[in-house]
T-cell receptor
Framework: TQLLEQSPQFLSIQEGENLTVYCNSS?????LQWYRQEPGEGPVLLVT?????EVKKLKRLTFQFGDARKDSSLHITAAQPGDTGLYLC????????????FGSGTQLTVLP | NAGVTQTPKFQVLKTGQSMTLQCAQD?????MYWYRQDPGMGLRLIYY???????DKGEVPNGYNVSRLNKREFSLRLESAAPSQTSVYFC????????????FGDGTRLSIL
């Protein structure tokens, strides 16, 4: 089983600040997905990145897949209280029978 | 559109009791998955079913069994519950093609006393 190290584990910031969450592995993934999870609910997909070096933007969220497809980052600009939640990265390996390896998550709290 | 439905939402068991967690999806997906989520450990795959009629072990299968009843339904059974199985269990479904998102239910919160 491949490991995905996600950091930081906890992040508490003030509204309007910027932040970056990192997801790193020593293994190569065919794709990297980012999910957001609210309390009492299941994870919901935010984005999938497939190509090394790919950058995708979703409003104030910017996702990047590393050139070697071993790492990814999520950057949030001008965070808002509504961004509060658990952010999870998940990697799919080629030939893995569609299994996802999840990072341990980053619990983000944005204070008003 | 309900998506992925899990029942029950909460359950408390005593050590040694058995229980089946139910999952159904209405998206006509081929693949279904069972995960457990523990604090600080993300989601870990217990079992998955690539298509109707097939099941395979994931990362942490010990103490669990699964049944793919039909294309819609995938159940998870604890034959003899142990305190280490206290967790939040999530069912998910997806298309069986590369890089497809998984759609999750809202989870079953299970406590084993």
């Amino acid at each position: 089983t491949q490991l995905l190290e996600q950091s930081p584990q906890f992040l508490s910031i003030q509204e309007g600040e910027n932040l970056t969450v990192y997801c790193n592995s020593s293994s190569v993934f065919s794709s990297l997905q980012w999910y957001r999870q609210e309390p009492g609910e299941g994870p919901v997909l935010l984005v999938t990145v497939v190509t090394g070096g790919e950058v995708k933007k979703l409003k104030r969220l910017t996702f990047q897949f590393g050139d070697a497809r071993k790492d990814s980052s999520l950057h949030i600009t001008a965070a808002q209280p509504g961004d509060t939640g658990l952010y999870l990265c998940a990697g799919e390996e080629s030939g893995s029978a569609r299994q996802l390896t999840f990072g341990s998550g980053t619990q983000l709290t944005v204070l008003p | 559109n309900a998506g992925v439905t899990q029942t029950p939402k909460f359950q408390v068991l005593k050590t040694g009791q058995s229980m089946t967690l139910q999952c159904a999806q209405d998206m006509n997906h081929n693949s279904m998955y069972w995960y457990r989520q523990d604090p600080g450990m993300g989601l870990r795959l217990i079992y998955y079913s690539a298509s109707e009629g097939t099941t395979d072990k994931g990362e942490v299968p010990n103490g669990y069994n699964v049944s793919r009843l039909n294309k819609r339904e995938f159940s998870l059974r604890l034959e003899s519950a142990a305190p280490s199985q206290t967790s939040v269990y999530f069912c998910a479904s997806s298309e069986w093609t590369e890089n497809q998102p998984q759609h999750f239910g809202d989870g079953t919160r299970l406590s084993i006393l």
